[in-house]
T-cell receptor, first 116, second 109 residues
């Protein structure tokens, strides 16, 4: 099956710093990538949908200036958490699909962010 | 609004069979997915149903009834490694996944 990687897998940072998370589709071109956030013992919460070459579509309640998404190529999307605060600590997961009418999303392994 | 319901937690015995139910109300329907998620890991794909009926894949089977807005995941010959959360997700008319809160499955020896 298709492989999606995420980097870093775990990051600890100080409050006020910015953190960049990369999501790469390794063996296919992903026209659409999705960024999720998951709190402990909760389901995935879609943050934004990222389409290559265009602006990301953010879900209601997600601050676009705080969570910057860039989908520069068909194999790479990045999520930057700007001026991170402890409440931003969470598990961030990306997934990729080959097109809008995709029957399966391929998930990255996730990034555990801890903000001190 | 859109809603996915599944039990919060279930317990079963190793070697037994367990059925995890999922009911949904969404804006349109483009398929229902089941994912398995171990603690601290990303979800892994288990099954996809878009037509009514039963899809069998090894020890796991998934059933869908679109008229009832209902699906279940059936796990047979349970193993300890099946202890995980099982997420039901429906793709709506905008091809967006709507996620259930997940069912935590506890397997006891």
């Amino acid at each position: 099956g298709a492989v999606v990687s995420q980097h870093p897998s775990r990051v600890i940072c100080k409050s006020g710093t910015s953190v960049k998370i990369e999501c790469r589709s390794l063996d296919f071109q992903a026209t659409t990538m999705f960024w999720y956030r998951q709190f402990p013992k909760k389901s995935l919460m879609l943050m934004a949908t990222s389409n290559e070459g265009s602006k990301a579509t953010y879900e209601q309640g997600v601050e676009k200036d705080k969570f910057l998404i860039n989908h520069a190529s068909l194999t790479l999307s990045t999520l930057t958490v700007t001026s991170a605060h402890p409440e931003d600590s969470s598990f961030y997961i990306c997934s990729a699909g080959a097109g809008l009418e995709v029957s399966e999303q391929f998930f990255g392994p996730g990034t555990r962010l801890t903000v001190l | 609004g859109q809603n996915i319901d599944q039990p919060t937690e279930m317990t079963a015995t190793e070697g037994a069979i367990v059925q995890i139910n999922c009911t949904y109300q969404t804006s349109g329907f483009n398929g229902l997915f089941w994912y398995q998620q171990h603690a601290g890991e990303a979800p892994t794909f288990l099954s996809y149903n878009v037509l009514d009926g039963l899809e069998e894949k090894g020890r796991f089977s998934s059933f869908l009834s679109r008229s009832k807005g209902y699906s279940y995941l059936l796990l047979k010959e349970l193993q300890m490694k099946d202890s995980a959360s099982y997420l039901c997700a429906v793709m709506d008319s905008n091809y967006q996944l709507i996620w259930g809160a997940g069912t935590k499955l506890i397997i006891k020896p």
